[in-house]
T-cell receptor, first 112, second 115 residues
Framework: DAGVIQSPRHEVTEMGQEVTLRCKPI?????LFWYRQTMMRGLELLIY????????DSGMPEDRFSAKMPNASFSTLKIQPSEPRDSAVYFC??????????FGPGTRLTVL | KQEVTQIPAALSVPEGENLVLNCSFT??????LQWFRQDPGKGLTSLLLIQSSQREQTSGRLNASLDKSSGRSTLYIAASQPGDSATYLC??????????????FGKGTSLLVTP
């Protein structure tokens, strides 16, 4: 099993640009989570899906952030327009409905 | 909101030492608690999960304990090795909805084991 796949691994963009992060969960997992990690705030849950349906998006910082899961094997997190304070590592994780979440390697986003 | 605190933020020990990492949480009504390991530039790997009804879990040289009433958990690493160098995060499960769940993470303890 390839594990959770995220792309790109690194993204550098300029303020105001649109950024799209992608995630492919482990096959058969029915829950998907997006997290953001910064030195100041640690690891924060942004949104999670169950069976492709968003369950809780209360962690999404503002309307500039949106997430979709069009099918069981793909999810995107979009930031439009991006700002320097969005710079962080974004993790995707999936779960088969058991207690453990399996994390991807993360996307390091730098907004200049 | 559940607050999860990890002390110390960083720790450096010589190889072979036994060590303890601490995690505290403000709301004792948890479902379970997990310890994760994060290597630089990598994602998180689950090490141990303790259900709220359990007191401890063991895996190899790792032992995690849970005291719900006092809002504390410890991760004990025996005979530390340089390969144990990583950041260790504690996470508390808050709710269970439709087979999904949320985790509240501490900021982690960065461990360096020197040869």
């Amino acid at each position: 099993d390839a594990g959770v796949i995220q792309s790109p691994r690194h993204e550098v963009t300029e303020m105001g640009q649109e950024v799209t992060l992608r995630c492919k969960p482990i096959s058969g997992h029915n829950s998907l989570f997006w997290y953001r990690q910064t030195m100041m705030r640690g690891l924060e849950l942004l949104i999670y899906f169950n069976n492709n349906v968003p369950i809780d998006d209360s962690g999404m910082p503002e309307d500039r952030f949106s997430a979709k899961m069009p099918n069981a094997s793909f999810s995107t997190l979009k930031i439009q327009p991006s700002e320097p304070r969005d710079s962080a590592v974004y993790f995707c994780a999936s779960s088969p409905g058991s207690f453990t979440q399996y994390f991807g390697p993360g996307t390091r986003l730098t907004v200049l | 909101k559940q607050e999860v605190t990890q002390i110390p933020a960083a720790l450096s020990v010589p190889e072979g030492e036994n060590l303890v990492l601490n995690c505290s949480f403000t709301d004792s009504a948890i479902y379970n608690l997990q310890w994760f390991r994060q290597d630089p530039g990598k994602g998180l790997t689950s090490l141990l999960l303790i259900q709220s009804s359990q007191r401890e879990q063991t895996s190899g040289r790792l032992n995690a304990s849970l005291d719900k009433s006092s809002g504390r958990s410890t991760l004990y690493i025996a005979a530390s090795q340089p390969g144990d160098s990583a950041t260790y995060l504690c996470a508390v499960r808050l709710s269970f909805v439709n087979s999904g769940y949320e985790l509240n993470f501490g900021k982690g303890t960065s461990l360096l084991v020197t040869p």
